[in-house]
């Protein structure tokens, strides 16, 4: 055997134990640095110099039905008259209708505001009867009468409860996580007690009064859609187009169901 | 090298064989180098899962100890726990002063305790081989004389340096006594030390107890413990052995991440900048059902129990997975994993953990029933009613054989005796016939318990389709033709199967059918209001079962027909029989003689034709007779009117007129009959419908228990095997859209020669395998097709692949001796009436009823969830409610207890088997003791009867303003039940749970939460008390329950009667539950109970 063919076996034999020795030593890799925590997401700002206003009045088409006397005998706690709040229309404005902006605020987040909104039982109905609220936002249950009530909502995407609130008991404080469009609540002993939640994740709503107005301020210029909830009549949706500083009118108006 | 001329010849020169060797020499060296890394790497591929197991384990673990530092500052931000903190800083500062005095005290008789120590031990160790050599020196002087050093060295002074810098010299005895009274003392200050921090301790475990309570992942310590682990990992094959089941499992060695307490899925075990999770990545997740972990310890149960796969493979991931053909149990596919269930869990009708439901499982079990897969196929633990009574059926004819010739014998014997020449064989003789004469009524005893037992078993038998021997007065001549013809035609959601009938094969079946059923006069009935019976109808609680409506119209349950078109079918008279009583039985059979009953054997007899459960003996034999319809369908407890009402309602439900429908003459052509009956027989009718002359006949198809573990060699795959095989374009056999839309998968392009794709195409058309070949009408497949959907075909066949004969000890079945037999069983027959229609057994378990809009609106129209039934209801009572949910014999038309409710609970007619098994059930699903023995309820003194009732009637409880009381005026407005019940019907300790919360036990009552709360250690009235409750110490629950548990009548009125509008209670429920269950129903007709 010469000296090559030693060379190149030595050499071969270098390579194969350099090889097995390099898939032997398989670096360890280093461990993935630990992903910075996501802080929550800051309400984004909205410049104030440019914010624009929508507002309108919602109608009733045709003869409004008269609203149903309730009779209350059954709890004499409960003074004064009742009729049913299903179609409030006066004049042909029609109140109660849930106006806020369905669509077009894109990714924004909001500030949940710290004060709560207040829910009243008052002569065995609510006041307002129907409210909004953002998500996260306290709701504050307050019972003037003098006679037992329970808070029951019966919502569909948030958590169901029930609790009594006795004559002059303290305030109770609810909140909702979901967005969830006219969330019946309801009070078991007084049947005829029924009102509508709203929970929203913008603070662009309002509810039309008795003259069936309403007034959303402070939008930043965009596109778009605003929803108008009424809890028998149903939603209609409009688009619209903000620019800034803009102030514009969109009316809206239901027909009476069949 | 010698320098010498080389010889030309020579070969070392002339021919080099370098490169040959050489070329060997790589060959021999790549072996060895590939032998090497075969043995390392090759056949451990499991290796190389741990290794990236390792890298990608610890990055995550770095991520998620970041997000577990946030989420523990965010629960350092707390008040509460600031408030704990602060506790502990000023415990730790109190002690301060006091700690560091113990510590310094400690410090100092450590460093004393060590200096003697290192003197002492010294001596001491030399004091031990001194006395060692006395002890092994064997001369006396020797004794001696070592004693006289040992002493010598005892009293010699050694010097400690003491830590101040002093000295001190000390003979041995001395040094042994200061060593123990520094220990001693190091030892009382130590314990000083712990008193004085004790407070600080305790405050800081507070501390530390409050974050563990209060966050939801790990702790930043546990995440600490597990990286560690991983980073101290070395390769190792991960094996569970469990020597008594023969289970050897190695899938954690690279699955290394089942058993994590963590939630980790495939995507948080990507590599980095990876879109999708790799085969690693997969094969790193947690558990999905960690709970399931927790009730099925791996050490116990291993992997492949359920799963199946090879476990003990550990060279390839495709042998692990037993996808190979020399493996017979090859890994579930994902979609099928609750196979795994059946194998030991096959005794169960309803799987559930918590109130996570098996759903796949659990729908192929309930789908083997409810499609009648067992009139069919036999199945253990299926239908077995009815092996039970051929069983006993026989039994009866061998003893009644045994008990003929008895009295023959006995009869041969007494004459021997009289013939007899001694009187001591005479006497032997007369004694045996007297044993014999014994031996008969202990026959007829036993006879008498079998009858009784078949009287249950009567009760429970059911049939799935309708009774055939009925349909000269229930159907339209004309429709039944029709209707064999394709019956998914007529309703598309029918349990009724596509036979796939010829015309003439229908013709001869009709024929026999119309010509054996029964010609019974029916009475006729006068029309009823359709329009109060639609109401009726709608509110009554028959959409729980029945719906109406077709396609997106439906409406109502999925568990009996579709209504829609009932009207073109039924016959008025017999319809209105069948809404007021569905057990309502033409005539009565009689196992035993095999025969239907009629007035002509009765008249026989001498006796009235009367037939029902208290009339159930027949007329011939004494034998007990089925008296009642085979059908599930319960009563309603309408009256004759409303049943009417429903009928005509029902009647109206068509979509053409049933004159409409050709006539079909042929049906009474008594040629065909004889070739009708053989039809039938081919076709196994009388396993779902009850036939006349067909009542014995056996189950025409293979018995499914271990189906799943048949060899692949023996499911015929016929002509398609060969495609099954090879996968491909060409791979699906079934042509047919409609039957290739029941393919879970869709059609097959990958091979299927499996369990799996074999189940899988057998229900989607279970003709596949007849497709190519010459079989004459006799020979083609009977099995008709159930037009099953995607999910059901999916969970038929989980629910076939898990039919297997498992190689498991029968320890490892459940099948439990204790209440949670009593669960097990319970279900079977939850199932079977479709409890689940109407009621709430699960948390979260949706009824048919909740979806309904009349129900969305007015949730608390809803039936009673049952969550906590068994703890809140005297299972005496329970039994009695059962068997006569009316509460009333005579007053039957209304819910017993919830009177307010127009959905009614109807009468099952339970037999006294089932109704045991249901209240053991409820009671067992509650973890109640059986039998219950109430507790002494107190008497309540005049000052607390007072008290409670002040508080039960203020304006604050205004108890009575929903419960009922059984004045009608009131009740109009009523949504809960009268407290007059409570005392025999509720369990007292149940009650005061329910005042507290009723929304835990029961989510959406209408009962409020937040009526009492919790005041130091009592439970106190969250209103206004009255006055007279100053002072009281006792929870004021616990009054108000004794309260309403000594209600009576009197009092209720009165109470009633003081509060504003709620006007008087006028009369007391029907009910009290012990006279309820001594008078439970003993109707006339057929059926009820």
Not at chain 2, 787 to 810: C, D, I, N, R
């Amino acid at each position: 055997m010469n000296k090559n063919s030693w060379i190149i076996y030595a050499s071969t034999l270098c390579l194969c134990g350099l090889l097995l020795l390099a898939a032997c030593n398989k670096k360890e890799e280093t461990p993935a640095a630990p992903a910075a925590s996501q802080p929550a997401p800051a309400a984004t700002p909205i410049d104030p110099s440019t914010i624009a206003t929508v507002n309108g009045t919602v109608k009733f088409d045709g003869t409004a039905p008269k609203p149903a006397k309730i009779d209350m005998s059954q709890d004499p706690a409960c003074k004064g008259t009742n009729e049913s709040e299903n179609i409030v229309v006066a004049n042909g404005d029609l109140a109660n209708v849930f106006v806020y902006v369905k669509d077009g605020l894109g990714n924004r987040t909001f500030d949940v505001p710290a004060t709560p909104v207040a829910l009243d039982q008052q002569g065995c109905k609510y006041h307002p009867h129907v409210l909004g609220v953002m998500a996260g936002q306290n709701v504050e249950i307050k019972n003037d009468d003098q006679t037992t009530h329970n808070i029951h909502p019966t919502p569909k995407d948030n958590r169901e409860w029930n609790e009594s609130q006795p004559p002059s008991a303290a305030p109770i404080d609810k909140s909702f996580a979901r967005e969830e469009i006219m969330l019946p609540v309801k009070c078991n002993q007084h049947p005829w007690m029924k009102m509508y939640i709203n929970v929203v994740k913008s603070p662009f709503y309002a509810v039309t009064d008795k003259s069936g107005k309403y007034e959303i301020k402070g939008l930043p210029p965009g596109d778009y859609t605003i929803a108008f909830v009424h809890e028998k009549l149903g939603e209609q949706d409009q688009k619209v187009t903000l620019a800034a500083k803009d102030t514009k009118t969109v009316d809206q108006s239901f027909k009476a169901s069949e | 090298m010698p320098d010498k001329p080389t010889p030309e010849q020579d070969p070392i020169t002339s021919k080099s064989y370098a490169a040959y060797y050489l070329i060997a020499m790589v060959i021999l060296m790549a072996t060895l180098f590939w032998a090497l890394w075969d043995e390392a790497w090759g056949q451990r591929p499991w290796k190389a899962f741990q290794e990236k197991w390792k890298e990608r384990y610890s990055a995550f673990l770095n991520t998620a100890r970041s997000k577990s530092v946030t989420s523990e500052k965010d629960v350092e931000q707390d008040p509460e726990y600031a408030k704990l903190k602060a506790q502990y800083e000023k415990a730790y500062q109190d002690s301060k002063p006091q700690a560091e005095e113990a510590r310094r005290k400690l410090d100092d008789a450590s460093a004393r305790l060590l200096a003697v120590q290192s003197v002492f031990t010294d001596r001491r160790a030399y004091v031990n081989a001194l006395t060692y050599e006395l002890e092994t020196s064997t001369s006396a002087s020797a004794k001696a004389k070592k004693q006289k050093e040992i002493d010598k060295y005892k009293n010699e002074q050694a010097t400690v340096e003491f830590p101040d810098g002093s000295k001190k010299k000390f003979t041995f005895p001395q040094l042994e006594e200061t060593y123990s009274e520094i220990r001693d003392e190091r030892t009382k200050l130590s314990l000083e030390l712990g008193d004085v921090l004790k407070p600080v301790t305790a405050a800081k475990n507070k501390m530390d107890d409050y974050i563990t309570d209060h966050m939801v992942d790990l702790t930043p310590q546990q995440i600490d413990g597990l990286k560690k682990t991983a980073a101290d990992w070395d390769p190792k094959i991960v094996q569970i052995n469990v020597a008594e089941a023969a289970i050897v499992d190695r899938c954690e060695s690279c699955h290394l991440n089942v058993r994590e307490p963590l939630k980790i899925t495939a995507v948080s075990m990507e590599a980095k900048g990876e879109k999708k999770p790799d085969e690693y990545a997969n094969a790193f997740t947690s558990h999905p059902e960690p709970e399931l972990l927790r009730i099925h310890d791996p050490d116990k149960f291993g992997c492949s129990p359920c799963h199946q796969g090879n476990g003990r493979a550990t060279t390839s991931v495709e042998k692990a997975h037993g996808n190979y053909e020399h493996w017979l149990w090859p890994l579930y596919p994902k979609e099928n994993t609750q196979a795994g269930c059946q194998n030991c869990h096959a005794a169960d009708m309803v799987l559930v953990s918590g109130d996570v439901q098996f759903q796949t499982i659990n729908t192929g079990k309930d789908l083997f029933r409810q499609r009648g897969c067992n009139g069919c196929h036999r199945y253990e633990g299926y239908d077995r009613e009815s092996e039970e009574i051929t069983s006993i059926m026989q039994q009866i004819k061998q003893m009644d054989q045994e008990k003929r010739a008895n009295v023959k014998q006995a009869v041969y014997l007494m004459k021997q005796a009289d013939e007899a020449e001694t009187n001591e064989e005479a006497n032997h003789l007369n004694d045996q016939a007297v044993a014999l004469r014994v031996a008969n009524s202990k026959l007829d005893l036993r006879t008498v318990q079998l009858e009784r037992t078949t009287k249950s078993l009567l009760q429970d038998v059911k049939k799935i389709g309708p009774n055939l021997k009925d349909i000269r007065l229930k159907l339209n001549k004309n429709w039944i033709p029709v209707w064999l013809k394709k019956p998914t035609d007529f309703r598309a959601t029918t349990k009724m199967p596509n036979f796939r009938l010829s015309d003439h094969q229908i013709r001869a079946i009709t024929a026999y059918l119309w010509q054996s059923a029964l010609t019974d006069p029916l009475p006729k009935q006068p029309a009823g209001n359709a329009a109060h019976g639609k109401e009726l109808f709608e509110t009554r609680g028959c959409l729980a079962c029945h719906s109406i409506g077709e396609g997106d119209q439906m409406t109502g349950g999925t568990f009996a027909a579709n209504l829609t078109r009932a009207g073109e079918k039924a016959n008025y008279d017999y319809l209105v029989r069948w809404v007021h009583n569905p057990r309502e039985r033409t005539r009565p059979y009689c196992i035993y003689e095999k025969k239907d009953i009629g007035p002509e054997d009765y008249a026989k007899h001498g006796k009235p034709y009367i037939f029902d459960l208290d009339h159930s003996r027949c007329p011939n034999d004494g034998h007990e007779l089925q008296v009642q319809n085979m059908t599930v369908m319960p009563s309603l407890r309408l009256s004759p009117e409303d049943a009417r009402d429903v009928a005509s309602f029902l009647i109206t439900l068509k979509k053409k007129e049933p004159s409409d429908y050709p006539d079909a003459p042929f049906m009474d052509d008594p040629k065909l009959k004889a070739e009708g009956a053989h039809w039938i027989r081919q076709y196994g009718c009388s396993g779902c419908h009850e036939i006349a002359g067909m009542e014995d006949e056996g189950r025409i198809g293979t018995e499914l228990t271990f189906e799943g573990s048949k060899p692949i060699e023996r499911l015929d795959f016929a002509l398609s095997t060969e495609i099954a095989q090879r996968g491909g374009k060409n791979a699906e056999p079934i042509k047919d859209a409609e039957d290739l839309a029941r393919l879970p998968d869709g059609p097959a392009t990958k091979p299927w020669y499996n369990h799996k794709g074999f189940f899988e195409h057998k229900l989607a058309e279970p003709n596949v395998y007849d497709r190519g070949m010459v079989k004459s009408e006799a020979e083609a497949l009977r099995m008709p097709n159930l037009h099953l959907t995607k999910q059901q075909v999916l969970a038929l066949t989980t629910f076939l692949m898990g039919s297997e004969e498992t190689s498991l000890p029968t320890n490892y079945q459940y099948r439990p001796q204790d209440y949670r037999r009593d669960i097990q069983e319970g279900w079977w027959i939850v199932k079977k009436y479709n409890c689940m229609g109407c009621h709430q057994f699960i948390p979260g378990q949706q009824t048919a009823l909740m979806g309904q809009q009349r129900y969305i609106d007015n949730p608390e129209f809803l039936p009673p969830k049952l969550l906590t039934e068994g703890a809140r209801v005297d299972p005496e009572w329970m039994l009695s409610f059962l068997s006569n949910p009316a509460l009333s014999v005579t007053d039957t038309n209304r819910n017993g207890v919830r009177s307010y409710l127009q959905v009614r609970m109807p009468t099952f007619s339970f037999s006294e088997n089932e109704l045991g098994k249901l209240v053991r059930f409820f009671q067992a699903l509650s973890r109640q003791p059986f039998p219950y023995i109430p507790d002494m309820r107190p008497t309540l003194s005049t000052k607390e009867t007072e008290m409670a009732r002040s508080l039960f009637s203020s304006t604050a409880a205004p108890c009575l303003k929903c419960h009922a009381t059984g004045d009608a005026a009131h009740d109009k407005t009523a949504t809960a039940p009268n407290f007059l019940l409570a005392k025999t019907r509720l369990k007292p300790d149940w009650v005061e749970r329910w005042l507290i919360d009723p929304q835990a036990i029961s989510p959406g009552t209408a009962m409020p939460s937040g009526l009492f709360k919790k005041d130091g250690g009592q439970w106190v009235f969250a209103g206004p008390t009255p006055p007279s409750f100053q002072g009281y110490e006792k929870d004021h629950t616990k009054l108000l329950v004794d309260y309403i548990f000594q209600l009576t009548p009197e009092e209720q009125r009165k109470v009633a009667a003081a509060m504003p509008h709620a006007k008087a209670a006028s009369a007391q429920p029907k009910t009290n539950h012990r006279q309820a269950s001594a008078e439970s129903g003993h109707p006339t007709s057929g059926g009820t109970r």
